[in-house]
């Protein structure tokens, strides 16, 4: 089992199948986009059906397949397929920008997906152009209303952005009134390409908080999960939910459950790490499981106690890589 030395037991895996992304959110990446690895960098699925395979025999029982967009890799459906052969999974979700998916959510439903995380940070077309430097909002909007009327559970990401979307906070919410959805409020963080964006104003967590509670008077806090990312509410009488993730405050870090591993099979203990062991090279030089298992085990052991430890233990001290390239 995967066990860490503060006794936090590791069960779900973030995977990025991708860096490569059909959008240019400003929050994380330039307006000409990453720099892109050569697809032979990228790790094969079949890299990444074995990694899973071999994190499931030991605990891991919750998959969020991320990137990049994962709907860009070309086959990701097969991929999805195959993962649904492994009976050690209790969970595969998505995260995905929804731009070009709806036609897949028959699909998606007859595998063994749970969840999609669908990020939309604006309920305004002009807005979201400006946000994600694609004029794609209706796409993605139909397929917010397709997963409504799917069996699959539909959790919407706001990136809370100063100065661009913190007036719809209201509108996101009200969408929970007759709608079963959770919209969950993040905290934007310095990983755009660049770095810290100026800003006036800071939107963490007890500021996102005050500013639902000035308008929605009756909030009723819900039970958290444990290692739950986000803190959970919903308003009186409404069908949905809300939630806010402190991913820059980190102040969730003590019942993390969590491991990354990015496109190019670099291994996270922590979002905020730097990567901590090349996995593709690994395997490519012809790791047999248990050492791979072994592999696992060992760096787990050493997953850095909170985000702020793991930050200061990074040799490049600048938190500025694209979300894009780590796997959000
Ligand atoms: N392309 C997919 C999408 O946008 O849903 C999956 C990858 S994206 C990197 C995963 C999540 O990270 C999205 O919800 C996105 O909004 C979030 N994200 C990206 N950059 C971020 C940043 N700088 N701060 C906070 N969240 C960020
Ligand atoms: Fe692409 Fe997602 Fe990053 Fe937007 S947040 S640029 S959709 S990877």
């Known amino acids: 089992m995967l066990t860490d030395k503060f006794g936090r037991h590791i069960s779900y895996l973030r995977l990025a199948v991708t860096d490569r992304c059909n959008l240019r959110c400003q929050y994380c990446m330039p307006a000409h986009g990453i720099d892109?690895?050569?697809?032979?960098?990228?790790?094969?699925?079949?890299?990444?059906?074995?990694?899973?395979?071999v994190l499931s025999e030991l605990g891991v029982n919750k998959?969020?397949?991320?990137?990049?967009?994962?709907?860009?890799?070309?086959?990701?459906?097969?991929?999805?397929?195959?993962?649904?052969?492994?009976?050690?999974?209790?969970?595969?979700?998505?995260?995905?920008?929804?731009?070009?998916i709806s036609k897949y959510i028959p699909k998606l439903e007859e595998l063994r997906v749970n969840a999609i995380n669908l990020s939309l940070d604006t309920l305004r077309s002009d807005r979201f152009k400006l946000i994600t430097r694609?004029?794609?909002?209706?796409?993605?909007?139909?397929?917010?209303?397709?997963?409504?009327?799917?069996?699959?559970?539909?959790?919407?990401?706001?990136?809370?952005q100063p100065g661009v979307n913190t007036d719809e906070i209201s509108d996101f919410i009200n969408l929970t009134?007759?709608?079963?959805?959770?919209?969950?409020?993040?905290?934007?963080?310095?990983?755009?390409?660049?770095?810290?964006?100026q800003t006036d104003e800071i939107?963490?967590?007890?500021?996102?908080?005050?500013?639902?509670?000035?308008?929605?008077?009756?909030?009723?806090?819900?039970?958290?999960?444990?290692?739950?990312?986000?803190?959970?509410?919903?308003i009186e009488n409404y069908k949905g939910s809300f939630g806010i993730i402190p991913a820059f405050t980190r102040s969730i870090c003590?019942?993390?459950?969590?491991?990354?591993?990015t496109a190019t099979g670099m291994f996270k203990n922590c979002l905020f790490d730097e990567g901590v062991f090349?996995?593709?090279?690994?395997?490519?030089?012809?790791a047999n499981d248990d050492e791979l298992k072994q592999l696992f085990i060992n760096t787990v052991h050493n997953k850095p106690e909170n985000?702020?430890?793991?930050?200061?233990?990074?040799?490049?001290?600048?938190?500025?890589e694209s979300m894009s390239t780590i796997g959000g």
């Open 177 to 197: 009134k007759n709608k079963n959805l959770v919209v969950r409020f993040i905290e934007e963080m310095p990983f755009n390409g660049k770095g810290l964006r």
């Open 134 to 160: 694609r004029d794609v909002f209706d796409e993605t909007f139909q397929t917010l209303e397709k997963l409504l009327l799917s069996s699959l559970t539909l959790k919407v990401n706001v990136v809370v």
């Open 36 to 53: 892109i690895v050569d697809r032979a960098e990228l790790l094969t699925y079949k890299e990444m059906y074995r990694i899973i395979r």
């Open 254 to 261: 003590n019942d993390c459950n969590r491991i990354r591993i």
């Open 63 to 100: 998959v969020r397949l991320t990137g990049g967009e994962p709907f860009v890799r070309k086959n990701f459906i097969n991929f999805l397929e195959s993962l649904s052969f492994n009976d050690k999974l209790k969970q595969v979700n998505i995260t995905t920008n929804g731009a070009s």
């Open 203 to 234: 939107w963490n967590y007890n500021k996102i908080y005050s500013e639902i509670e000035k308008e929605f008077k009756n909030i009723i806090p819900l039970k958290n999960k444990k290692s739950s990312t986000s803190k959970n509410f919903t």
């Open 278 to 286: 090349n996995l593709r090279d690994f395997i490519r030089k012809g």
């Open 307 to 320: 985000g702020f430890i793991a930050e200061a233990n990074r040799k490049n001290k600048n938190v500025s």
